[in-house]
């Protein structure tokens, strides 16, 4: 009866577990989303995702000071304009003094290249409908319209020295679309994280709160059905072939096959968003004692790691990065 193949010699020790681990979680593969909100003068803790704030200037500077210390890959920014500044259009996204330009000065002048700046690029933080574009007489989010806003917001990002713009609309041909914007004004370091395979997902629900966005409708006519695999493939194909310099897919963790899945067929890096709602789900079960909230976060960020992401942005990134080193 006695085995002679026996797969828990490798599971012995720590030391040999440590050994034959296949994947790795280091601070580099983490980036940490952060909110910035203009009009207030205290942060603005979200309740739907404790622990997580809308910055103040001053304290998003002290807090990405932070994550750079733990050695966290990289900075993502989305901006919160005061409810009156909000339009159909979304003005304040490309305004120079609009909060999420400004926020990106501030860091970029802190911070220079010592991380990697990234910016949300996306409308519907600033509209008042909250669409990711502008609306059409319909009520429809019209494509091509939009994309003369997103490269607008894109030259303004670059101006205010974003490192990375991540367009997160959508909308068909935004990465051509700004990545000509920005070669032809001389940007041409400037990279495009492009939100390739993003889902509408119930899973945002948290990240409305933080963004203070009460959004008319939904996005299904331009974010992709959860029921659909290649439908992700040829997203990523298009972005790859329109100059993308790293893909994501979001959500993660109901997406994993998806990551997997793009992992296989990308050349550049594939990155993965652990989004408000997956933030929130292990907090609140372990706030009422049902799972093991440190060891629930580490295995979640590696599980998105092991399908096949070398980049992760997580709500947890400054935190984790303090606990790995
Ligand atoms: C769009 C954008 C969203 C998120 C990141 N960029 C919201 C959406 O698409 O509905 C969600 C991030 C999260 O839920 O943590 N600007």
Not at 245 to 270: G, N, T
Not at 313 to 325: D, F, G, H, K, P
């Amino acid at each position: 009866m006695a085995p002679v193949i026996r797969p828990r010699r490798l599971r012995t020790t720590p030391a040999m577990r440590r050994l034959v681990a296949e994947t790795s979680l280091e601070p580099r593969h983490l980036v940490l989303p952060m909110f910035v909100a203009d009009g207030i003068d205290a942060p603005v803790p979200i309740s739907s995702m404790p622990g997580v704030v809308q910055h103040t200037m001053d304290s998003l500077r002290g807090a990405a000071a932070e994550a750079v210390a733990a050695g966290v890959g990289g900075l993502m920014l989305f901006g919160v304009p005061r409810a009156e500044d909000k339009d159909a259009t979304g003005s304040g996204a490309d305004a120079e003094d609009g909060i999420l330009n400004r926020a990106l000065r501030g860091l970029a002048d802190d911070l220079g290249d010592a991380t990697v700046l990234m910016a949300d690029t996306c409308l519907d933080e600033f509209t008042d409908h909250g669409h990711c574009g502008v609306v059409d007489g319909r009520g429809r989010v019209d494509n091509d319209e939009t994309l003369e806003r997103y490269v607008s917001m894109s030259l303004a990002q670059a101006r205010a020295g974003a490192h990375l713009l991540g367009p997160s609309g959508m909308m068909d041909g935004q990465v051509a679309t700004i990545r000509a914007a920005l070669d032809a004004e001389g940007f041409t370091d400037t990279g495009i994280l492009a939100y390739a395979a993003k889902y509408a997902s119930a899973f945002y629900g948290p990240f409305r709160e933080a963004v203070g966005s009460s959004l008319q409708g939904d996005r299904r006519t331009y974010q992709q059905d959860a029921a659909n695999r290649a439908e992700a493939l040829r997203e990523v194909r298009l972005d790859l072939e329109e100059g993308a310099d790293i893909v994501m897919v979001k959500p993660a963790m109901s997406y994993l096959d998806i990551v997997r899945d793009v992992a296989e067929m990308s050349e550049v890096p594939v990155a993965a968003y652990q989004i408000s709602g997956e933030y929130s789900m292990i907090s609140a079960a372990a706030e009422r004692g049902w799972i093991d909230r440190d060891a629930a976060i580490l295995e979640s960020l590696t599980s998105i790691r092991r399908a096949g992401a070398s980049i992760v942005l997580t709500y947890w990134a400054t935190e984790v990065a303090q606990r790995l080193s």
